[in-house]
């Protein structure tokens, strides 16, 4: 457990749910990556401002890392995957969270928070091919 | 004065993920590799985050208005379904492979990595592809 990072994990867990509580309580909405980004695409019959605060909210992340950069070096990123890994992975990513409503953001920080049981189950769910594709991945293909 | 809110949730949420290793895959798979040298950091991700929402959505609970007493959005759908599941779990799949999930994909992407941009266009290809199969 030579990368085990508890107090670093857990204050940046902190932030996520102060960024989810300040999303809910000021502006309403759930701070579901996957929904946000999914809504983007949406053209057709939104209303009004239906662009606005999804944009403002994915352009922080956007920047986030430049932010960091003023105080401190960015941690690497490594990113093992070959391209055409990234592609399936991708289109699985894309096309899962909106077949199953959400991703780690929607259903596990904030689905989990408000005890939902969709939320509940589609964690267990993605947790568990995530378990199961990585063994495979790692330990026998 | 909503806008800037919004903003600062979204490089809160940003730095969030970057702090707790959640934007470098490489940890990701160290964590779902329950067989390998197990990693156990990003429980911790979300035992932080639902500390602190938890009681957010307590308040939610008690007064669905915001700060602004406008209306809360939350989820309408409260039943299981098939497509929750088979979503979800080739949602986990996905991750798995790359070791990529929305959110530190878009931090990535930002923060220039060119992986993370053909993830992330994939990724959109893969939410067009269902809203033209399930939505039409």
């Avoid at chain 1, 457990?1 to 107090?7: A, D, R």
């Avoid at chain 1, 999804?54 to 992340?61: D, E, K, P």
């Avoid at chain 1, 990513?93 to 780690?104: A, E, H, L, N, P």
């Amino acid at each position: 457990m030579e990368n085990f990072t508890p107090i670093s994990s857990l204050t940046g867990g902190l932030l996520i749910g102060l960024s989810a509580s300040i999303l809910i309580l000021f502006i309403g909405r759930i701070a579901g990556i996957s929904g946000i980004i999914a809504s983007l695409l949406q053209f057709k019959n939104t209303p009004k401002g239906h662009h606005t605060w999804r944009l403002l909210f994915i352009a922080g992340l956007l920047i986030s890392s430049q932010v960091y950069e003023m105080f401190a070096p960015l941690p690497a990123s490594e990113i093992a995957a070959s391209t055409s890994t990234l592609i399936i992975a991708g289109l699985l990513v894309g096309f899962g969270t909106q077949m199953g409503s959400g991703c780690t953001s929607g259903h596990g920080v904030c689905g989990l928070s408000r005890l939902s049981f969709r939320s509940l189950t589609a964690t267990l769910c993605f947790m568990f091919t995530g378990f199961v594709v990585c063994y495979l991945m790692l330990h026998v293909v | 004065m909503k806008n800037i809110i919004t903003f600062g949730a979204g490089l809160i949420f940003g730095l969030g993920l970057i702090i707790s290793g959640m934007t470098n895959p490489s940890k990701v798979i160290g964590f779902l590799d329950l067989a390998g040298k197990w990693d156990p950091s990003l429980a911790f991700v979300m035992l932080g985050a639902i500390a602190v929402a938890f009681f957010a959505f307590r308040r939610v609970e008690a007064k669905t208005l915001t700060v602004f007493d406008e209306p809360i959005h939350l989820p309408a759908k409260t039943h299981l379904s098939k497509e929750l599941v088979i979503g979800s779990m080739l949602f986990g799949a996905g991750w798995a492979l790359a070791g990529f999930c929305p959110g530190p994909a878009i931090v990535a992407l930002g923060a220039g990595y060119q992986k993370a941009f053909i993830f992330v266009i994939a990724m959109l290809l893969g939410m067009a592809a269902h809203e033209y199969l399930y939505k039409k």
